[in-house]
T-cell receptor
Framework: ETGVTQSPTHLIKTRGQQVTLRCSSQ?????VSWYQQALGQGPQFIFQ???????GRGNFPPRFSGLQFPNYSSELNVNALELDDSALYLC??????????????FGEGSRLTVL | SQQGEEDPQALSIQEGENATMNCSYK?????LQWYRQNSGRGLVHLIL?????REKHSGRLRVTLDTSKKSSSLLITASRAADTASYFC??????????FGGGTRVLVKP
């Protein structure tokens, strides 16, 4: 069974640029959620996808967008990067109906630095 | 803030001692989960307690849930140096928002 994988693991961007982060969900999981974790803070929920549809969103501006593909892998896109977007971005997959609160399986994260 | 409240923010104990941390939330929940995170890496699921359960055990972990007070506690008994990590509670808030607590950083000294 393949776990959750995220890419890239580290990246550096400059203000105003755009970034795409990728996540492969665990085999058999149909739900993916994304989180932003600043240093020393708890993860903050960005959004969740269930069977290719967004079914939950946190308090993030529209420049944070996402996709879920038919194989349930996912992308997080962030446009017009700001310095405060520097953080660890975590992806988690789970199985369940309409994104129920079952156990989440996390990837190791993508660490984004915005200069 | 989306986050639930956790306390203490940090905890330092000797190996063999118990560690207790608390999580409070404001919404109705179906379940509450606890996760561990080592050094800014991915989170690992520890235990899930349903809203109709009051206490649950898993190895050296004991979780309680008081839905009337909207709070949960995680107890780690007989702690080990390998338990050094950050611990987070997770619940689903209104609008399908998965919400983590602010976390408790636990340091277990050998």
């Amino acid at each position: 069974e393949t776990g959750v994988t995220q890419s890239p693991t580290h990246l550096i961007k400059t203000r105003g640029q755009q970034v795409t982060l990728r996540c492969s969900s665990q085999s058999g999981h149909n739900t993916v959620s994304w989180y932003q974790q600043a240093l020393g803070q708890g993860p903050q929920f960005i959004f969740q996808y269930y069977r290719e549809e967004e079914n939950g969103r946190g308090n993030f501006p529209p420049r944070f967008s996402g996709l879920q593909f038919p194989n349930y892998s996912s992308e997080l896109n962030v446009n017009a990067l700001e310095l405060d977007d520097s953080a660890l971005y975590l992806c988690a997959s789970s199985s369940g109906l309409a994104g129920g609160t079952g156990e989440l399986f996390f990837g190791e994260g993508s660490r984004l630095t915005v200069l | 803030s989306q986050q639930g409240e956790e306390d203490p923010q940090a905890l330092s104990i000797q190996e063999g001692e118990n560690a207790t941390m608390n999580c409070s939330y404001k919404t109705s929940i179906n379940n509450l989960q606890w996760y561990r995170q080592n050094s800014g890496r991915g989170l690992v699921h520890l235990i899930l307690i349903r809203s109709n359960e009051r206490e649950k055990h898993s190895g050296r972990l004991r979780v309680t849930l008081d839905t009337s007070k909207k709070s949960s506690s995680l107890l780690i008994t007989a702690s080990r140096a390998a338990d050094t990590a950050s611990y987070f509670c997770l619940f689903k808030a209104a609008g399908n928002k998965l919400t983590f607590g602010g976390g408790t950083r636990v340091l277990v000294k050998p």
